[in-house]
């Protein structure tokens, strides 16, 4: 296999953890919750400040919040992190943050949303990440642009800008981060959003954001916590972070494979969406996690938490569907990666393999009749044993009978054959364990 960078010039994050990992929850969550059709709903609907204040800001109510519930739930399905929008583009903070007033303590909530939020998460086993927007629809210095925001094309723009300082929003976020990186314990992941810089100049980019000064900041304060690449500074960046796709194969940078993650809404909002009926399966969910472990990548799965604080129910079916096949699946997806090029995928099937325990994962996505065919010298020298991995049975290593073989003549290709149940088992995707020589 290529070798895997872990670390560059900026970024020395500890990815150790987040490689065997695997499967984490992403949590976006804000005032969008309660117009509830999309997180960027300010923009979208260019909602002046005082109108998107006087609605949302002042009706922000979670009553019903139980952040052990969100925990269990994440730790149910068998997620090893998860990463929380302390703030996204609205501005919104959910921390009491001594830098604003705009902030949970401040609406009918009365109080810090995300403290008890990384306690729940780590009294239950779950590494802590914070989301951080770069982007800030609310503040009063953040230089209104032509691009994005709900002032964007707002004829009174440019007198709108008489004043502001995009330096001192800067060093608002570097403030910011700063109390999210001394108040809160460990943080394991900062996941910054996002960088548009253009080649005019009206874009944002590291000198809107004085890049390079924020991450020396971060560096000196948590060494180890790994950083995203979305601040627009190469080679700061811990992990690549591919969204709402999936990559074809192994993202290369420089010709080398990379750490990465790709992050995945349920539907396609990433806040609470009441009317979207785009939701993916658990099915689809599965496989898309599935997908990513065989690529040498991480998948961040979203949820958007309504306006009273709870997971909306199809996210809840989705987590229980996925933790049930984790339950018995989990060893393929924990500490595994891409498999040796010696052994190709067979159709139909995504593998994994995990290096310390030699065992590839054929993970059987359409299950075929009887036989499946493992082709290559190295099935037919390395594997031992196999088994399906849900209820340890024997799946015994055995090809066609004579007269059969004898009606469809073929070269002596090397291949190994597994003799299938004639009914695919019952789980959503069967999975083959390979123990290996
Ligand atoms: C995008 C969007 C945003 C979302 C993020 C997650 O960049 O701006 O709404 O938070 O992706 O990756």
Redesign the pocket.
């Known amino acids: 296999m290529k070798k895997t960078i872990t670390t560059s010039a900026f970024g020395k994050g500890d990815t150790t953890w987040f490689v065997r990992a695997r499967f984490g929850l992403f949590i ?1 969550w804000g005032l969008y919750a309660l117009p509830a059709r999309h ?2 709903v300010k923009a979208n609907e260019k909602i002046p400040n005082e109108v998107y204040d006087a609605k949302y800001f002042a009706h922000f109510d979670p009553d019903l919040y139980d952040p052990n519930q969100w925990a269990a739930a994440a730790a149910h399905a068998g997620m090893k992190y998860f990463v929380v929008t302390t703030k ?2 609205e501005g919104f903070c959910l921390w009491d943050s001594k830098l604003t007033d705009y902030k949970a303590t401040n609406t009918p909530a009365k109080r810090d949303l995300l403290k008890p939020m990384v306690k729940a998460f780590r009294e239950h086993g779950l590494r802590t990440g914070f989301y951080h927007s770069l982007i800030d629809w609310h503040h009063p210095h953040y230089v209104l642009d032509p691009h994005i925001g709900p002032y964007r094309d707002h004829p009174d723009r440019e007198k709108m800008n008489i004043g502001r300082d995009q330096k001192k929003y800067a060093a608002y976020l570097h403030g910011q981060v700063r109390e999210l990186l001394t108040q809160f314990g460990p943080v394991d992941i900062l996941w910054f ?2 960088s548009y810089p253009k080649p005019d100049g009206t874009g944002k980019g590291r000198d809107d954001w004085q890049s390079a000064k924020l991450v020396k900041m971060i560096r000196r304060l948590q060494p180890k916590v790994i950083l995203d690449d979305r601040l627009d500074l190469p080679g700061s960046g811990d992990i690549n972070t591919p ?1 709402q796709f999936q990559p074809r194969e192994w993202p290369t940078v420089n010709g080398q494979r990379v750490v990465w993650e790709a ?1 995945q809404t349920f539907s396609g909002s ?1 806040g609470y969406h009441r009317d979207e009926m785009t939701w993916r399966s658990t099915d689809e969910l599965i496989r898309t996690l599935i997908d990513c472990v065989s690529k040498g990548g991480n998948l961040l799965l979203n949820v958007g938490p309504t306006g009273r604080g709870e997971f909306d129910y199809r996210a809840l079916d989705r987590l229980r569907g996925i933790g049930e096949w984790m339950h018995h699946h989990s060893r393929s997806i924990y500490g595994c990666t891409q498999a040796p090029d010696e052994f190709p995928c067979p159709r139909d099937c995504r593998l994994t393999y995990n290096p310390d325990t030699k065992r590839l994962y054929v993970h059987v996505f359409a299950w075929p009749y009887k036989h499946l065919y493992l082709d290559g010298q190295a099935y037919v020298d390395r594997v031992e044993y196999a088994q399906l991995l849900h209820d340890a049975s024997e799946v015994r290593i055995r090809g066609l009978e004579n007269w059969q073989a004898q009606r469809t003549p073929r070269g002596a290709k090397p291949e190994l054959p597994l003799l299938l149940p004639q009914v695919k088992p019952n789980v959503t995707i069967p999975v083959i364990e390979l123990f290996l020589k």
Do not use: S, T, V
């Open positions: 976006h997180e960027w996204h583009h959003d996002f969204e992050c990433w």
